[in-house]
């Protein structure tokens, strides 16, 4: 028997409703594609904008020029710095803040010794970094006795000099005078002049024989007790040793 054209007519428009549901709907996305497009490249746009200021930096290896004490040539990791985004220049003179003065005019490290006052102080230009309380030298005067035309007066020195040489763990090489204040014969042989352990842990020299060291008797600090040195206590002494170079002004009055 022939089937029956109304069971076939069920399935044709189900078939065809589908298809023409499916071309609504992938019309339907692709126009709303089209007008979403321009929409998302506008709001991205900062985004990309950004990741495109931002440099990039990776480590690399680099091997050393040097054979390592350790063994052979070994790789090591090296960091490139990433630099400033435009936005950020780096300041030059125009855009320096109008209290900051230029390198070349900044305050130096100096010394001012205050014989009368028996205090020492470091100074940054005008601002004072450390006082100290020292001892100088007593005025005395001491003649040799087979010489007495041969004199030493124990003054500390006055006017502008410069710390020309920094000692850590000084030996004194005592001159002449020292034997003689003491009554002893003046000794022939170098050796018998050295003597370490009485300067303290550090000297700063400033010419003609004159240093600044450690005080052998802390209780003597501000006193006019000394041959012609200036002396500190350890601590004020470390703190002067670490903190001024070779050349530092050293001013005394």
Same mark, same amino acid.
């Given at each position: 028997m022939a089937p029956d054209n109304r069971d076939l007519q069920f399935p044709r428009k189900t078939f065809e409703t589908i298809r023409t549901t499916g071309s609504i709907v992938f019309w339907a996305a692709v126009a709303w594609g089209v007008l979403m497009l321009p929409l998302l490249v506008v709001l991205a746009s900062p985004f990309l904008n950004s990741a495109q200021s931002i440099p990039l930096s990776f480590p690399f290896l680099q091997f050393s020029n040097s054979l390592s004490p350790d063994g052979p040539l070994m790789p090591r990791i090296v960091f490139k710095e990433i630099e400033s985004p435009p936005s950020q220049p780096h300041q030059t003179d125009s855009t320096r803040s109008p209290n900051q003065k230029p390198a070349s005019t900044q305050a130096k490290i100096s010394i001012l010794v205050d014989t009368a006052r028996? %205090?020492?102080?470091?100074?940054?230009?005008? %601002?004072?970094?450390?006082?100290?309380?020292?001892?100088?030298g007593s005025g005395n005067t001491l003649a040799d006795p087979k010489n007495p035309e041969r004199t030493w007066t124990f003054e500390t020195p006055k006017g502008t000099f410069s710390i020309e040489s920094k000692l850590e763990k000084p030996v004194w090489i005592r001159p002449d005078w020292a034997f003689i204040e003491q009554g002893d014969p003046v000794p022939d042989k170098m050796a018998d002049r050295l003597k370490p352990g009485v300067l303290g842990r550090y000297a700063l020299g400033f010419g003609n024989g004159y240093f600044i060291h450690g005080a052998l008797y802390s209780n003597l600090l501000g006193q006019d007790v000394t041959h012609g040195c200036i002396q500190l206590h350890p601590k004020d002494l470390q703190f002067v040793f670490e903190t001024v170079q070779l050349g530092t002004p050293i001013i005394i009055i």
């Open positions: 028996h %205090r020492l102080f470091v100074k940054d230009g005008d %601002r004072i970094l450390h006082e100290a309380l020292a001892s100088t």
